[in-house]
DNA sequence: GCCTACATGTAAATAGTTACATGATTGA
DNA sequence: TCAATCATGTAACTATTTACATGTAGGC
């Protein structure tokens, strides 16, 4: 079980196969769309994807759709019974980092085919990063509240204020998730919202990285 | 002018200016701080940190403050005047991702060693940067909504309203700051704080990566 | 006919982390 | 004395972007 050469991030492979879970796409196009699902406006490159996709095909987790590429060059992929297992492995497995914020949000947008059970999890794992984050947030600002100036102490206010606005929301969509015993989607989107109360506050991978 | 080997990210150059500014530091506690000035809780590495600050004594930037490295083995930093200026330099030059949300975060947590003019370019570069995320995002609603599923609808009203709420609480900084000709701040930080409304809506830095 | 957007790909450069190596100091 | 934390550093590896190279299709 070597490194294999080809193994790009854990993240990029869920993306991908996500959107194609979805519908079959060619790169061009995927590209566009995983700047929707990464966070915010993180347009990822062709250099990157490409070799991503070409991977995938290798492990059998897609394949080049021939009959659907039309006219141009470009070539369309489709997710395999097999890629759609591997999916669902991905989404359900929690490593460490699961709960940072493009990792949950990346998963959060593919709820629509991933089980309840997994969803739930999910959201309450997120839950509890975000209340270990305050807690951080918070004795630091115990500590150092005497010498900050008021810019930093805006910052740091606002920041946490941020974050208990995820917390509340979390808390609305946990609880709308247990009280609708809905079960085990799978193939079929719930179209319906889970949550009908439009209060939703929070916020998600809201601010994030160049 | 080749592009020296060394070469850091400018954005742990202003970081680590930015804290030397306050006062002298060696590089264990520069990275523990360093946690709280880049983006939320994204600790950067003793591989990056280290030769970054070679680096900046090699410019000139810092010094070894031979005086005070006490009794261990540590090495104490110190910001030269070279450094005060380079640093004043890098918080005002504006390139196209000086508005991203971390490129922001660390500008804002030195506000008090930066001009007023400054801030206030800042803060309305921000600003426009999100005002351009909003409309992306409206658009994109706009055209999707109806294939939505209730979760990635419910995902992206939140990833909205935080970015409205980050809106109105820069208007409310920039209001402050226009109001206040308290101006060319240099050294002194300004204790006070800027806007004495507690109301503070919006986030910053939130959520991130990693 | 030509320009723009579509579409795929790769090599080299860049950025940053992990894993390791080393040693000093403090407190139980 | 032993463990934990403090403290610095580097080499190898991983990930990711940039810059380039190449060609197609559709609108003016």
């Known amino acids: 079980m070597s ?3 080809g ?5 990029l492979e869920l993306a991908v196969l996500g959107l194609l ?10 590209r566009k769309r995983l ?4 966070g915010t406006f993180h347009a990822i490159s062709y250099g990157s994807l490409y070799p991503c996709l070409k991977d995938l095909a290798a492990r059998g987790w897609v394949v080049e759709d021939a009959s659907s590429h039309g006219s141009r060059g470009r070539i369309v992929y489709k997710l395999t019974a097999e890629g759609k297992e591997h999916f669902q492995t991905l989404v359900a497995e ?8 493009e990792r949950f949000g990346v998963r959060m947008a593919f709820f629509g085919r991933t089980e309840a059970s997994v969803r739930l999890r999910i959201l309450e794992g ?8 305050l ?6 600002l115990a500590r150092t509240r005497e010498r900050l100036d008021g810019y930093t ?5 606002h920041g946490m204020e941020s974050v208990e606005r995820e917390v509340r929301w979390l808390d609305e969509l946990i609880e709308t998730e247990r009280a609708t015993p809905s079960g085990t989607t799978d193939s079929g989107a719930p179209t319906g919202q889970p949550a009908t109360t439009t209060s939703g506050a929070g916020n998600y991978p809201s601010a994030h990285g160049e």
Chains 1, 2 share one sequence.
């Open 94 to 101: 929690a490593g460490p980092d699961t709960w940072e914020d």
């Open 126 to 133: 997120r839950r509890s990063r975000l209340e270990e984050r």
């Open 21 to 30: 879970h979805e519908a079959p796409m060619h790169g061009y196009e995927l």
């Open 135 to 140: 807690d951080a947030l918070r004795s630091s």
């Open 7 to 11: 193994r790009r991030s854990e993240l």
């Open 153 to 157: 102490l805006e910052l740091q206010q």
């Open 3 to 5: 490194p294999r050469p």
């Open 35 to 38: 700047s929707g699902v990464l």
